[in-house]
């Protein structure tokens, strides 16, 4: 399924090439902290005052999704 393309002002907005396929982008969403607030590793819940990005647990899993 491709999505129309982006416009305004009646002027095409190019997008960029997709990084992840949609099964990629809906594997992420299910086990990536950033969406679920668990660890993927051990399922430790990440306190509310932890920076979101690049987290790391107690654990040692770390997110490196870049």
Known sequence: M????????EELIPQP???WTRAQQLELLMWHPLFTGKCP???QARSQDQQLALWTCGCGWKDETE
């Open 2 to 9: 491709s999505t129309p393309p982006a416009t305004y002002s």
């Open 17 to 19: 090439p997709q990084r």
């Open 41 to 43: 590793q051990c399922g």
